[in-house]
């Protein structure tokens, strides 16, 4: 039988420095990764580890569940080999390198700049060994452990009870596999024995299955295969699976089993504060259960292969899983990096097939943020042809920036289509979402679409009761994603809509909004200590158990004209008490109630909303002036920020070739980097009130869009002639000249 020995001590060096211990998993940039700067450590760091004596006649294998980006092992001074990309299990057979006693494992690991996926993203690349290392014994018959770090066991079931079981044993010649299907409750419902082949696969159907249907019963079936020489068992693998079947439609959204399953969830990275990627099973359960209480039943494991362990509670849980592969933001030119997402998606098919909650591979993110190319397109539909190959039962998608044409080929890829739309933050007004989602589905009515992202930057420093966008309130992201629930529930043809961001993440080369090395679009805090009052609004929607929510409770202060009082609940009226007084009950409209103005006395105020079943109270202040330190300081700065991939060092300049202010705004804002280039030139425009600068980005949109403005340059609008100076475009033109043409 094969063991698992979990290996927790090393000693870890960066680059010239010396070894001192560490405890596995670990990542040397958790706090330089996630304080702003752009300038966490990026380079090789080595990690040394004893290894257990071998046991006689067994084969000995080290697996690495995670090392980012580029991992080389040695044993004994041996070289085993080399593995890229930074999410997936890998593992080396160290056999023939072991002693006898006194065993050493050397991994160098580098998150260096490279060709490996990836390079230029919204995130902090952690480097390390930031998963569970195991050192691994078996006989020399077993299930094959080079079978792309997987169990080399794979389940494919269908509702109907069809079932197929493919098996992958090595050195097996003369032995049997024993082959059982359990059920939940771990009752035998098919048990059968085979000659064991190098691929042995076995045929069935199971009666009258219980279904997997997602957050409402997400039954689940286990497979045993035993290898046996005579009545020896030499190796036993069991894995989990589960019995449904789905469909997108592109006119009526998704559906399990037969039955409309609409699908609403969140994004979630997999960092945490002052941990990195080195996370434990604790906070991936305590991740899955603040979701699962958020009342969502979908989440997008963005943008990587995600820890087995939360793929596991997923299916326990009953989440439908978008699982992707990091092609994302910049295409990499070459056939290295070709190759890598290649593998990448190989790795991710293999090891994560038999998740029932997995509905849908991702193929790619955003990829065409910096450049569109040809070799880019082949790549896409090379990779899309890949998981067709290797998993024909699940649909294929990728996640398009927003700004990619919705007549472009690139959308005709995949199965099915998700766009990232961030109208209202970073352009345009959260009212436009719901147009730009009708132009997509009037234009493609047979491709289903849904929606990737979507989100706003949510600082519970900053508060307003005249709140607008990029203002960085907390009141601002709660109307906002209040306003996208509303959007999608008139859209029920949206095949599934995913929040950005469940969790606030690293992101080192941020600076927005006072706070450095983050983006705080989650709906709660990095460190998981506080739900923020949009994840409220969320719960109020999809939550079944009696909630009722009172909003702004850290906007604690309350002058004459900031004393509404918005209540988010489930039920159908919520009444309202202030220090013990009734002060009414109103019907919710929208999962939403607000008391206009209410009566504060000065000095603190005990506010209560009752629903039946559930209430709140809150805290706050009657005072007679605005407090001032709610409000964020140097907003004009903060206006200014653009988009992540806006924040780049200077571009060379293309002269001729590169952009300028006096082409069409058409074909100047068409390119999302110029997009980006102009709005932070107009935010940048002191003499310029903030109001005005605002509502002239808000129109760039327009201008792009729009026939009546979209061919004329930007020096011809009125704001431009009457404000901006020849040196303003002298510095604009500048700007534009270090990106090159489309």
């Not at 969140?266 to 699962?292: F, N, P």
């Not at 293999?350 to 029932?356: E, F, G, L, R, S």
């Amino acid at each position: 039988m094969r063991t698992y020995k979990l290996l927790k001590d090393a000693m870890f060096a960066k680059m010239g420095e010396a070894f001192a211990p560490v405890t596995l998993p670990h990542t040397w940039n958790a706090q330089d990764g996630q304080d702003g700067g752009n300038d966490f450590w990026r380079g090789v760091g080595t990690y040394q580890l004893q290894l257990p004596d071998p046991t006689e006649g067994k084969r000995q294998y080290i697996e690495i569940r995670g090392a980012n980006h580029v991992a080389t092992v040695w044993c004994n001074g041996r070289e085993l080999g080399t593995h890229k990309g930074g999410f997936s299990t890998f593992r080396y057979e160290l056999t023939d390198a072991m002693k006898k006693t006194g065993n050493r494992l050397e991994v160098a690991v580098t998150n260096a700049e490279s060709n490996i996926y990836p390079q230029h993203a919204d995130f902090t690349f952690f480097g390390g060994l930031y998963r569970d290392v195991y050192f691994v014994e078996v006989e020399d018959t077993h299930f094959d452990l080079m079978k792309h770090g997987s169990d080399a066991v794979f389940v494919s079931a269908y509702s109907g009870g069809t079932t197929r079981v493919d098996m992958f044993p090595v050195n097996a010649q003369g032995c049997k596999i024993r082959l059982e299907l359990l059920d939940g409750e771990n009752n035998c419902v098919f048990d059968t024995l085979v000659e064991a082949l190098p691929h042995t696969y076995v045929n069935t159907v199971i009666a009258e299955p219980h279904l997997w249907h997602g957050v409402e019963d997400p039954y689940l079936y286990s497979a045993r295969a035993t290898l046996l020489r005579e009545e020896q068992v030499l190796d036993q693998i069991t894995v989990t699976y589960g019995y449904r079947s789905y469909r997108v439609d592109a006119g009526h959204g998704f559906f399990l089993n037969g039955k409309s399953f609409p699908l609403h969830g969140v994004c979630r990275h997999q960092d945490r504060q002052d941990k990195g990627w080195a996370i434990s099973r604790e906070d991936h359960l305590e991740d899955a259960t603040m979701i699962y209480e958020l009342g969502a039943n979908t989440i997008r494991l963005a943008h990587y292969q995600h820890d087995q362990y939360f793929y596991d509670l997923c299916d326990k849980m009953g989440f439908a899983v978008w699982a992707e592969i990091p092609y994302i933001s910049h295409h990499l030119p070459g056939k290295e990096a070709y190759d890598v997402t290649m593998s990448m998606m190989t790795e991710l098919i293999a090891q994560c097939y038999n998740h029932p909650s997995i509905i849908v591979w991702g193929i790619a993110n955003e990829i065409t943020i910096y450049n569109i190319c040809e070799e880019q397109y082949r790549n896409l539909c090379d990779l899309n042809a890949l998981v067709k190959r290797l998993d024909p039962s699940r649909p294929t998608t990728m996640a398009q920036l927003a700004r990619l044409p919705i007549t472009d080929q690139q959308i005709q890829i995949t199965d099915i289509q998700s766009y990232n739309y961030y109208h209202g933050w970073y352009v345009g007004t959260m009212q436009d979402n719901g147009p730009v989602l009708d132009a997509f589905h009037k234009m493609h009515p047979d491709r289903a679409l849904g929606v990737s992202e979507y989100g706003a930057e949510n600082i519970m420093l900053w508060h307003s009761a005249q709140p607008f966008n990029h203002d960085y309130t907390e009141e601002y992201a709660t109307i906002y994603h209040h306003e996208m629930l509303k959007v999608f529930e008139t859209r029920p043809w949206l095949w599934a809509t995913h929040v950005w961001n469940m969790f606030d993440f690293a992101a080192d080369m941020r600076n927005e909004g006072g706070i450095k090395g983050r983006n705080n679009k989650g709906l709660v805090t990095m460190d998981r200590k506080i739900k923020k009052d949009a994840y409220y609004v969320y719960k109020a929607y999809w939550s079944k158990d009696p909630m009722v929510y009172i909003t702004s409770r850290r906007f604690r202060d309350r002058a004459p004209g900031e004393r509404d009082v918005r209540i988010y609940t489930n039920a159908p009226e919520v009444t309202l008490t202030i220090n013990g007084e009734n002060v009414g009950t109103l019907a919710a409209k929208d999962h939403m109630v607000i008391f206009p103005e209410v009566a504060l006395q000065a000095g603190e105020n005990t506010l209560t909303a009752t629903v039946a079943g559930a209430e709140d109270t809150i805290t706050l202040c009657g005072v007679a002036a605005h407090n001032t330190e709610y409000d964020l300081p140097d907003l004009a700065s903060a206006l200014q920020v653009g988009n992540w991939f806006s924040q780049q060092e200077e571009a060379e300049d293309y002269g001729d070739e590169g952009y300028n202010a006096e082409l069409p705004m058409g074909i100047l804002l068409a390119n999302p980097r110029c997009f980006e280039i102009v709005k932070g030139w107009i935010m940048a425009k002191q003499t310029l009130d903030i109001s005005t600068r605002f509502k002239f980005v808000s129109s760039l949109s327009q201008y792009r869009d729009n026939g009546n403005y979209n061919q004329k340059p930007i020096s011809s609008m009125k704001t431009t002639k009457e404000n901006y100076t020849r040196e303003d475009f002298d510095l604009l033109n500048k700007l534009l000249r270090g990106v090159k043409r489309m």
